[in-house]
């Protein structure tokens, strides 16, 4: 009778599955509308295996790990539906001018940099003259007398405006007499002021020479640091040349980085050939089937392209960066070759071109996910086309709290109240993506949560929240960074939600975000990140 009960006992032992890890002792979000919360789940070969208790887990699972997660809350990993990965990376070697008060600030932080006497080419990234006292754009002067004989670009912290020296205006050969369309050159009193926007600026950033190989890995590592202590498992990076693809599917084959990245490519004739009529291209960590297109500029820079004049200078209407003819010749081969198309719109006058030329295409109801990037002013009677031709907006939350102090300068008492309107473009198709736009904004999606719910910056203003109507649930703020940001991407069935047969991407947070007062949501801590179950920051034990 001992013998027989020791023999059931080891029976029923070595009849369990051996698996990586369970994950036990916490409330675990799954974004399974099946199972909505969980104490514990299973991962093995990098996936989720079971969801469930963790003691019906281990009759059934032998873990060579256990992590107990001591009580604490764990989320999928966050997707930033929309940012700029590589331009973070690029940008770490770049001066950082964010948060500047003045022109003379800038000037001082770029005199303070370490060795900037050897530099080939002076570059920075961040200022906002917004923020300034006198809220107009710099000109170059001082530039060129600080620096005669050296290359100096300030990129704006939207990327959508440059002040450059006269030497970098040189190199870059443009003049008076260039060949940009009206407003992208600055021009007064006959003479350059260095301001350069939109085509313009993207030509002179081009010539900016660029880290070698060794170098661009190097960057990249850095910035992947960055996105997983923020909890980041996935990014949707918004706008690859072909040399950078190759390079990022490169290192993510190799695991050199683990970050999950959805590229969206330039629509350059190398892309076409090599990605786009080919099409979509997928591995486990890297994923191409959209290219990404530019309707117009920036609110900050009055080159968003908007139906009736700025209220705040009625001489500018915005710029239309790419022509209609441009964009309708790239939205045919995307649909051709079953290519997403996702087009950077902020004013109310390139929203409605690029629904409408979208609508061309798609002709009503339809799985294809075309985005309309940033939608931040949408005429209300616009709406509509956003339900009728199935277009996903794709929505950057914090900026409507680093816009809110000035936006209303620029549109007016009426149109104010058209822009950053969540709950109205979640209303059209009953979901939406949500991101950053990193390095704009600050990389955390805890922020983009706080900012979708509170609409208020970390500091609690404005009191009840801006334009609070548009605001978006917890649980509706979550989905946006989790599940349907994923669903954005293309990529619901391998990321986005901890259920069985997905990647086991989460993250352990030190507070629960679904259930603490709004207020203290800024100040909640990653513990742990996690990337195909494998621990990719923090120190948390596991057994």
């Not at 805890?446 to 910056?457: G, H, I």
Request: glycine content about 6%.
């Amino acid at each position: 009778m001992v013998f027989l009960s020791t023999l059931l006992l080891t029976n029923s032992c070595t009849m369990k599955k051996h698996v990586e890890t369970i994950v036990y002792n916490a409330k675990i979000y799954t974004m399974d509308e099946s199972k909505p919360t969980i104490e514990a789940f299973v991962i093995d070969r990098g996936k989720v295996i079971e969801t469930g208790v963790k003691e019906a887990l281990l009759a059934t699972y032998s873990p060579k790990n256990q992590l107990d997660a001591e009580g604490l809350t764990i989320f999928p990993g966050f997707i930033d539906a929309h940012c700029h990965f590589y331009g973070l990376a690029l940008g770490l070697k770049w001066i950082d001018l964010v948060g500047c008060s003045s022109f003379d600030e800038v000037i001082e932080r770029i005199g303070n940099t370490d060795s900037i006497e050897q530099a080939t080419w002076i570059t920075g990234r961040g200022w906002d003259q917004n923020l300034w006292r006198k809220k107009v754009f710099p000109s170059k002067e001082r530039l060129d007398a600080l620096y005669p004989d050296q290359p100096v670009v300030l990129v704006r912290i939207d990327g959508h405006a440059v002040l450059a020296n006269q030497t970098a205006l040189d190199i870059a050969g443009i003049t008076t007499n260039h060949i940009f369309s009206e407003g992208e050159v600055e021009i007064i009193n006959g003479k350059l002021t260095g301001i350069l926007s939109e085509n313009a600026a993207d030509h002179l950033r081009r010539i900016i020479p660029k880290p070698d190989e060794n170098q661009a890995i190097e960057l990249i590592k850095q910035a992947e640091e960055q996105c997983f202590s923020f909890g980041l498992t996935g990014v949707a990076d918004a706008g690859l040349e072909n040399r950078t693809l190759k390079l990022l599917d490169s290192v993510t084959q190799q695991e050199v980085i683990k970050i999950h990245i959805y590229a969206m490519i330039e629509p350059s004739p190398e892309n076409i050939d090599d990605f786009m009529t080919k099409g979509p291209y997928i591995t486990d960590r890297f994923h191409i089937c959209s290219v990404k297109l530019y309707a117009d500029g920036s609110l900050g820079s009055r080159t968003a392209l908007l139906k009736q004049p700025y209220s705040d200078d009625p001489s500018k209407i915005g710029i239309q960066v790419t022509s209609p003819d441009s964009i309708r010749e790239i939205c045919q081969l995307a649909y051709d070759n079953g290519f997403q198309v996702n087009t950077h719109c902020i004013g109310d006058s390139a929203t409605r071109v690029l629904l409408d030329i979208y609508g061309e295409y798609l002709k009503g109801d339809n799985d294809r996910r075309w985005r309309i990037e940033h939608a931040q002013v949408v005429d209300p009677a616009d709406l509509i086309l956003f339900e009728k031709h199935s277009i996903i907006p794709s929505i950057q939350a914090t900026h409507t709290t680093s816009d809110m102090y000035w936006a209303g300068e620029r549109l007016g008492p009426i149109r104010i109240q058209w822009a950053y309107a969540y709950r109205d473009l979640l209303n059209q198709n009953g979901w939406l993506a949500n991101g950053t736009d990193f390095p704009i904004e600050r990389i955390s999606p805890l922020l983009t949560f706080y900012a979708s719910v509170a609409r208020q910056d970390e500091e609690g203003y404005p009191a009840g929240g801006f334009q609070i109507e548009n605001g978006l649930t917890r649980e509706e703020a979550l989905k946006s960074i989790t599940i349907w940001a994923a669903k954005a991407n293309f990529d619901e069935h391998d990321y986005g939600s901890l259920e069985p047969g997905k990647w086991a991407d989460f993250v352990i947070l030190d507070k629960d975000i679904m259930e603490i007062p709004l207020s203290e949501i800024p100040d909640v801590k990653v513990l742990k990140t996690f990337s195909h179950g494998e621990q990719v920051y923090g120190m948390m034990k596991q057994k």
